[in-house]
């Protein structure tokens, strides 16, 4: 139980453009959401938490404008970066919590941008 | 808020021997401590947590940790660890209002 999913694994865009990255808790309903960004041989940095039909909380030095966030639904999650830059290439993590006091978060497997 | 300090950014360690992974954390209210491992291009997998009770906690793949609040610690631990330990290894703390924060991580590398 508790399988996050996150689509695409790997993605390659041309800087400029906006791509956007799912993020999918397949067997259990995700009351929040947490978007996290992974530099190589570094650790997570959270981006934004995000509950369902709200809007997203982001961390401080994240641009909104840039990374929108998007939790339509208790179970999907979608991250746009938007006009990306060779700079947003990075390692995006998603995770997923269950209402109530579990404290645990269930980690996607990632998508690797690449910004050319 | 909460923080992490892995002490050690790289273990290296031969097959079969024992290896500890230091984890101190700093907070002011009640905490929740997490062990994650992380391959290669991929997403985390949970070791092993400590919400409440026993302050030893077993693990997934033969690891377990510690829970020691006089000592704001919780380091991992392993027996006889094997090649296939090799990777990144995230001590995470949260608190009541699940906001996570993670260690910069420790590099375990088991040689042969």
């Known amino acids: 139980g508790a399988v996050v999913s996150q689509h695409p694994s790997r993605v390659i865009c041309k800087s400029g453009t906006s791509v956007k990255i799912e993020c999918r808790s397949l067997d259990f309903q995700a009351t929040t959401m947490f978007w996290y960004r992974q530099f190589p041989k570094q650790s997570l940095m959270l981006m934004a938490t995000s509950n369902e039909g709200s809007k997203a909380t982001y961390e401080q030095g994240v641009e909104k404008d840039k990374f929108l966030i998007n939790h339509a639904s208790l179970t999907l999650s979608t991250l746009t970066v938007t006009s990306a830059h060779p700079e947003d290439s990075s390692f995006y993590i998603c995770?997923?919590?269950?209402?109530?006091?579990?404290?645990?978060?269930?980690f996607g497997p990632g998508t690797r941008l690449t910004v050319t | 808020a909460q923080s992490v300090t892995q002490l050690d950014s790289q273990v290296p360690v031969f097959e079969e021997a024992p290896v500890e992974l230091r984890c101190n954390y700093s907070?002011?209210?009640?905490?929740?401590l997490f062990w994650y491992v992380q391959y290669p291009n991929q997403g985390l997998q949970l070791l092993l947590k400590y919400l409440s009770g026993s302050t030893l906690v077993k693990g997934i793949n033969g690891f377990e940790a510690e829970f020691n609040k006089s000592q704001t610690s919780f380091h991992l631990r392993k027996p006889s660890v094997h090649i296939s330990d090799t990777a990144e290894y995230f001590c995470a703390v949260t608190g009541r209002d699940n906001d996570m924060r993670f260690g910069a991580g420790t590099r375990l590398t088991v040689k042969p």
């Open positions: 995770s997923a919590s269950e209402s109530g006091p579990s404290y645990e978060q269930y």
């Open positions: 907070s002011s209210v009640s905490v929740y």
